[in-house]
């Protein structure tokens, strides 16, 4: 099973400042399967990023994926008020199928 | 513009077998493409997946519920179900209905389930 550590648990920052938001897996998982999303409170997630680094429909540019293997980074290149929220990777493995999470990290005004 | 919505009753006594359904509006379940799936977050928690299905009645579980978990499906109605049994406290959770191809494009709006005598 492939374990998804997103670190940090928590980032606070100010509207402006640039986010960088880090996802490892235990194993090498496929670019094509791994994605990220934004969940703000009493809401569902939102797809952000598909493909590691493919914005889903309507997501702004500031939102940008990037990284392969095991090391995947979520970018927000100038935080919005809007974009305070947790943010969670997760990837999808065929062998055995199933979806893993990484825990979130919830980026916080500083 | 695909629309998921859950729905079941809210609260469940425990030791018993919850069960919601998933209604999906503005895409045909069997025109395939896509796997129809249950998530769950325990409050103030990460996300959890439960299982997900195919048209085809294909289904997939986490190793961690498997035996708990029945996941069903019925394309003349375009809805998806989750049977969970012997249901205890743990299993308190918004429960997520979602259309998964690789990554969730659309979930439902969740529900919350409290396993509570």
């Known amino acids: 099973e492939i374990v998804l550590t997103q670190s940090p648990g928590t980032l606070s920052l100010s509207p402006g400042e640039r986010a960088t938001l880090s996802c490892r897996a235990s194993?090498?998982?496929?670019?094509?399967?791994l994605a990220w999303y934004q969940q703000k409170p009493g809401q569902a997630p939102r797809l952000l990023i598909y493909?590691?680094?493919s914005r889903a429909t309507g997501i702004p540019d500031r939102f940008s994926g990037s990284g392969s293997g095991t090391d995947f980074t979520l970018t927000i290149s100038r935080l919005e008020p809007e974009d305070f929220a947790v943010y969670y990777c997760?990837?999808?493995?065929?062998?055995?199928?199933?979806?893993?999470f990484g825990g979130g990290t919830k980026v916080e005004i500083k | 513009q695909v629309q998921l919505q859950e729905s079941g009753p809210g609260l469940v006594k425990p030791s018993q077998t919850m069960s919601l359904t998933c209604t999906v509006s503005?895409?045909?379940?069997?025109?395939?493409?896509?796997?129809w799936s249950w998530i769950r977050q325990h409050p103030g928690k990460g996300l959890e997946w439960i299982g997900y299905?195919?048209?085809?009645?294909?289904?997939y579980y986490n190793p961690s519920l498997k035996s708990r978990v029945t996941i069903s499906v019925d394309t003349s109605k375009n809805q998806f179900s989750l049977k969970l049994s012997s249901v205890t406290a743990a299993d308190t959770a918004v429960y997520y209905c979602?259309?998964?191809?690789?990554?969730?494009?659309?979930w439902g709006q969740g529900t919350l389930v409290t396993v509570s005598s």
């Open positions: 979602a259309r998964f191809d690789g990554f969730v494009d659309y």
């Open positions: 503005g895409g045909s379940i069997s025109s395939g493409g896509y796997y």
């Open positions: 299905i195919y048209y085809s009645g294909s289904t």
């Open positions: 194993q090498s998982v496929s670019s094509s399967y």
């Open positions: 493909g590691a680094s």
């Open positions: 997760q990837q999808y493995g065929s062998s055995p199928p199933g979806l893993t």
